[in-house]
């Protein structure tokens, strides 16, 4: 077994100094005093007209050649003035210098202290340029060139920097009043100055000398280094690519989220006979593994590099790295470009808990805080969030999770301290525990292509979030080819191991990116393997209907009878909502679909499903009914008369109160199903019950007896029962303890009794003071008001 999360460490850990052969960046700056002999005051930015007085007073720049000073404007065309013809100062300047330095000094990895020895001006005008050279010793310990280009308004003139194979193209001109370009180089280093096409630029030089004694420090070489990285890196997406035959399947041992995506109300959980599509059940996984000579679990999908520093999300940037955190991304910047491998910047957190055993009280202050030494670990979540890439730009990602051998070195954990560590004294039946979180910045790693894999791996809001990304490249016309192409890749991803009836909402926002894709085939494959899953609902209905107009007609007819076929026992409210939005847009699918419409009326439910922890069903509603019939309607008159036939017969299941009475109303008052035979069967059917309530006689009661079924036959309850019949008495006391309280009570609420319950809390033991009340009277009068009011409106 190769474990490259410990070889990537090792070989890293030889990058022991940090910064790089160049340094650059932008500051901001209080303009400097700057007069120049024969001209004067020097405003800024820069003016074309002082250019040019400055030009008129200044000498060709030469250049040097050995020991030879050599002057040709076909090597180097530039005008300078030297330091005596020079004056520079000022406290701001002094300042921003200062800042400057440095900033330099830690972008070049220098300790030391640096000082500047101002050395030339130099001032470009449209076609001067300066072609590849280094520059030579100028001053004793000079060991490295500093330009700062002021203000002014100038196009081209990119310096370019190269060294050890690598080259920085700079563009250091700023326009703004407030800013100033830097860049600092070892003199080793060869530059040059591309021409500049337009306007003036003006730039100050400077040796940048190393203060004190010994050798003058030289650009980090980390060369050999690098190559060996590049080799393990290499390696490393070698075996990954081998292992790529195990497909279908998330990373991480529960899917890294899958199981836990939030899902919309409706959202009915798989049953378990459900199985992902060409992927292999979670038990058959680890044998998977096992078989295979590398092990899944031997070859980590991506390598996660803790750094040093600590970051904020706001300061997270490969160009704000610290130390030799900034010389580790530089090398492996480098390095996993010639590899293949795709390298990110994220905050990496862990979470951990456990048991714990107290040892000890120390004093911190005016507080005491608890000792302990940490017994287990039992639970711990590692995850990746903040993205950057290379450029500093936001990646596309989520929370990604993290497995605990992907971390380089796998040992991290045991020298690092948590930035936040609680302990949990035993409460009851619970032992001692602990939770501690560490929080670090992190170099994340993963070969090239894998990318989807990596995605679909973190869960199914990073994967949808990542898709999306992709699409509105492909929409944008930014790189419109790959991202389609990965965009697919991803898409057909997520439709193989999608779980029947997850995610409503999420299989909409899949949808709706391959509609934006105009993919017609692979729409269709997510309707086989999504939508007749039963991954919609009421909310997402219009985006799945949308969908369709991608398809031909023999597919459309297709997808709905799989859909209508697959979810109807589950989702019977969506999938009413389904067909009437059909019925609306595609009329002329329903007739086509007859014998899987009257196969779903046939098989209609009677009465409520007996409780599932694991399946939930939809519960019927006014609009399931209003929808259902509808959609029957437009496509078939007599299905949508059994339909309302099926209803009235199982009462108990489609209520007539809340359910059916309200539908009628609806449907009633419909413009276009007024009238229809089935409506007019509903209508007449709730008339028929409103009427045989109205009829029955309401009446106050005429005495204090009230109907009561109590089945416990303790003193206590047929106490109870005696003073309900009671036609004398209105209130009954029990002083009991608490315990008789509380279950003659429970009995009242359970028997829905006409009684007011209140606890008299005097004296001992407290009394229960039970009143008859004529709360099933009032509910009737209450039931009788709305029946006429239904009633009124089925007329």
Not at 296 to 308: F, G
Not at 315 to 320: V, W
């Amino acid at each position: 077994m190769s474990n490259i999360a410990q070889e990537l460490a090792t070989l890293l850990e030889t990058v022991e100094r940090p910064g790089d052969f160049v340094a650059s960046g932008t500051v901001d700056f209080g303009a400097p005093i700057l007069r120049v002999e024969g001209v004067g005051q020097i405003s800024l930015p820069l003016l074309p007209i002082q250019a040019q007085q400055i030009i008129a007073t200044a000498t060709q720049a030469p250049f040097g050649r050995g020991e030879q000073t050599i002057l040709d404007t076909n090597v180097r065309r530039t005008w300078q003035l030297g330091p005596d013809r020079v004056q520079l100062g000022g406290k701001n300047w002094i300042r921003t210098l200062d800042i400057i330095l440095e900033r330099i000094a830690e972008g070049l990895g220098v300790s030391d202290p640096v000082e500047a020895q101002f050395y030339k001006l130099l001032v470009y005008d449209k076609e001067s340029f300066f072609l590849p050279h280094r520059d030579t010793e100028k001053a004793a310990g000079m060991f490295a060139t500093l330009v700062l280009v002021l203000p002014g308004e100038s196009e081209g003139g990119e310096l370019i920097v190269r060294h050890n194979g690598r080259e920085q193209v700079l563009d250091l001109r700023r326009s703004d009043p407030g800013e100033l370009g830097y860049a600092a180089f070892y003199a080793d280093c060869v530059h040059e100055v591309r021409p500049v096409t337009s306007g003036h630029r003006l730039a100050l030089t400077y040796n940048l000398v190393r203060k004190g004694k010994g050798a003058a420090p030289t650009a980090p070489n980390y060369a050999r280094e690098r190559a060996r990285i590049v080799e393990a890196l290499a390696g490393w997406s070698r075996m990954v690519a081998e292992t790529a035959h195990v497909t279908g399947r998330p990373d991480g041992d529960e899917a890294d989220g899958w199981d836990e995506t939030p899902m919309d109300d409706d959202w009915d959980a798989a049953t378990a006979d459900d199985e992902w599509d060409e992927a292999p059940a979670d038990d058959e996984w680890d044998e998977i593994a096992d078989d295979d000579d590398d092990g899944w679990d031997e070859v980590p999908q991506k390598l996660v590099y803790p750094l040093q520093h600590a970051y904020t999300p706001a300061e997270l940037a490969f160009a704000g790295l610290k130390g030799i955190d900034a010389a580790v991304g530089d090398v492996l910047r480098a390095a996993a470009v010639e590899a293949g491998t795709d390298l990110h910047l994220a905050l990496l957190t862990i979470e951990e808990s456990g048991w714990a055993e107290h040892t000890d009280m120390w004093r911190r202050g005016s507080r005491y805080e608890d000792q302990f030494e940490v017994g287990e670990v039992t639970d711990s979540d590692y995850t990746l969030t903040d993205w950057r890439r290379v450029d500093d730009q936001a990646a596309p990602f989520h929370a990604i999770s993290v497995r605990p051998y992907e971390l380089s070195p796998p040992d991290f954990l045991d020298e690092a301290k948590p930035d936040d560590e609680e302990f949990h004294e035993a409460t009851g039946n619970e032992g001692a525990s602990f939770d501690r979180t560490y929080k670090r910045a992190a170099l994340v790693l993963w070969p090239e292509g894998t990318t989807v894999d990596i995605v679909v791996g973190a869960g199914l809001e990073t994967a949808l979030s990542y898709l999306e990304n992709r699409v509105g490249l492909v929409a944008g016309g930014t790189a419109p080819s790959a991202a389609r192409v990965e965009a697919l890749r991803l898409a057909e991803r997520l439709i193989a191991i999608w779980q029947r009836g997850a995610a409503a909402k999420e299989a909409a926002r899949l949808l709706a990116a391959l509609r934006q894709l105009g993919e017609g085939s692979t729409i269709a494959a997510a309707f086989d393997g999504v939508v007749a899953g039963g991954s919609y609902g009421r909310e997402t209905v219009s985006e799945v209907v949308a969908s369709l107009v991608s398809l031909a007609k023999p597919r459309q007819v297709g997808a709905v009878r799989a859909i209508v076929s697959s979810s109807a026992d589950r989702r019977l409210n969506s999938l009413a909502a389904l067909l009437a939005a059909l019925a609306g847009s595609f009329a002329d699918l329903l007739p086509e679909i007859r014998p899987v419409l009257q196969q779903f009326v046939d098989t209609l439910p009677t009465r409520r499903p007996s409780y599932d922890p694991v399946v939930r069903y939809e519960t019927v509603d006014v609009g399931c009914v209003v929808d259902l019939i509808a959609a029957l309607a437009a496509a078939d008159a007599a299905l949508s008369l059994q339909a309302v036939r099926h209803m009235l017969a199982h009462s108990g299941y489609f209520a007539f109160d809340g359910v059916l009475v309200a539908a009628a109303e609806k449907l009633a008052s419909s413009a276009d199903l007024s009238g229809h035979p089935a409506v007019n069967h509903l209508v007449k059917a709730c008339r028929n019950h409103l009427e045989a309530r109205i009829a029955e006689p309401l009446a106050p009661p005429a005495d204090w007896r009230r109907p009561v079924e109590i089945r416990c036959d303790c003193e206590h309850c047929r106490s109870l029962t005696a003073f309900m019949a009671d036609p004398i008495a209105e209130v009954w006391t029990l002083r009991a303890r608490q315990e008789i309280r509380s279950h003659v009570e429970t009995n009242i609420r359970n028997a829905a009794c006409d009684l007011s319950c209140a606890t008299l809390r005097k004296g001992s033991p407290h009394a229960l003071i039970c009143t008859k009340n004529q709360a099933s009277y009032e509910k009737r009068v209450r039931q009788r008001r709305q029946d006429l009011e239904a009633l009124a409106k089925l007329a």
